[in-house]
């Protein structure tokens, strides 16, 4: 059996374990319902936004930064931090099989896992990877074959589930979907120091938040 560590993973790697296939991109408005924001959010988002510029001129902005000073601040703009909402830090990921392959994956990741509490599966619907930014060096897509490899484990049991991968400044937001064989989708890159596309953030990220607090959770 061959045991693999997720951070070694490429994206050809898990094309191939995962038997997972990249799929034509659509645009945010054909998956998701983005809307308006209000002037409360904005004016919240514009500070979010301001206080990333003034951290990234400093080109010093480390993994725990970019997920307390500016992801968590989204998240709770967006609507994420509500009871019927888990959120998750994911230290220790359960070793994956792939029996196909004999292959296991192994691998400790920081990584947010977002479950409605009423799931009776309990698999996230929404994954984050945060990969470290410094110097404008580390891609946002970086983290993309291990947010692919842990987010797929979710189609086991559900139709879909939406991921994300950001360095802070970089969002890249990632739709993937049950079938023979499972597809993925990557969204148009989306930047937090640009004013209309960190609007664009926001919105899919309350979008994404309304698929997790449905009326069964009420």
């Excluded at 045991?3 to 990249?22: E, G, I, M, P, W």
């Excluded at 979010?48 to 997920?67: H, L, P, T, W």
């Excluded at 392959?101 to 896992?113: N, Q, S, V, Y």
């Excluded at 609007?199 to 309350?206: G, S």
Aim: aromatic residues 8%; hydrophobic residues 40%.
């Amino acid at each position: 059996m061959l045991t693999v560590d997720a951070r070694n993973l490429s994206l050809k790697d898990v094309h191939q374990v995962l038997k997972l296939k990249r799929k034509s991109n659509q645009s945010f408005t054909e998956l998701l319902p983005l809307e308006p924001l209000t002037n409360h959010e904005q004016e919240d988002l514009d500070k979010i936004r301001n206080n990333f510029d003034s951290y990234y001129a400093e080109a010093k902005i480390s993994e725990g930064q970019v997920k307390f000073l500016f992801l968590s601040p989204l998240l709770w703009l967006a609507g994420f931090y509500q009871p019927s909402i888990k959120i998750t830090l994911e230290e220790n990921i359960v070793d994956i099989f792939i029996e196909d392959e004999d292959t296991l994956i192994k691998g400790r990741m920081d990584i947010l896992a977002v479950n409605n509490t009423v799931q009776k599966t309990g698999y996230p619907l929404f994954w984050i990877m945060v990969v470290e930014a410094k110097n404008s060096s580390i891609n946002a897509l970086e983290g993309l074959p291990q947010l692919l490899t842990y987010a797929s484990k979710s189609l086991e049991d559900q139709e879909s589930v939406w991921g994300l991968t950001t360095n802070g400044v970089d969002y890249r937001f990632v739709y993937l979907k049950q079938g023979n064989p499972s597809t993925y989708q990557l969204l148009p890159q989306l930047n937090l120091l640009d004013s209309e596309s960190s609007i664009q953030i926001l919105q899919v990220l309350k979008a994404i938040c309304k698929i997790q607090h449905t009326p069964e959770s009420d």
